[in-house]
């Protein structure tokens, strides 16, 4: 991965916050919070939405933070082995989807939101990319999340609202 002039400059950090504080609101989290629950309601994955401004000075690579991230808010702590992380590094402009074993997705699929995701983003589209991307994740968790046994309530293991890191 190269760094480039933002990460050596610290634009990047500012740029993250900023964005961060200016479209990442208790408003608008509340409305992904909503969509989350509204889509657990259909399939047995969990969904956690994690937001960072700026990568830790100790992990550069967002991929391994992500994985850092899934592990650390326990997305793979539920009973059907079924979470997934949609994490978002603002400062560094990447999107990562890490899905828990249970699933099954080809990585393709959550390369595509991704990829959709970021391109919403770029075009100022914060919340309506957002709530895209739960859908999209949501379709693919409908074909490929563990099926609930028979007679077993849904249960919400993983919290529905985003967290900001």
Known sequence: MSVNWKELSGWASIQGQWLRRRYFDAEMLGHVAEQIRKSEQNHSGELVVAIEAVLPAHEADSGQRALEVFGRLRVWDTPLNSGVLLYLAL???????????????????????????????????????????????????QKGAPVQPQGSAAVNALPDEPVLL
């Open 91 to 141: 400062g560094q402009r990447r999107i990562h989807i890490i899905a828990d074993r249970g699933i099954q997705a080809d990585p393709a699929q959550w390369a595509q939101i991704c990829q959709q995701l970021e391109q919403n983003l770029a075009s100022r589209e914060y919340l309506s990319g957002l709530l895209s991307a739960v859908d999209a994740i949501e379709a693919v968790l």
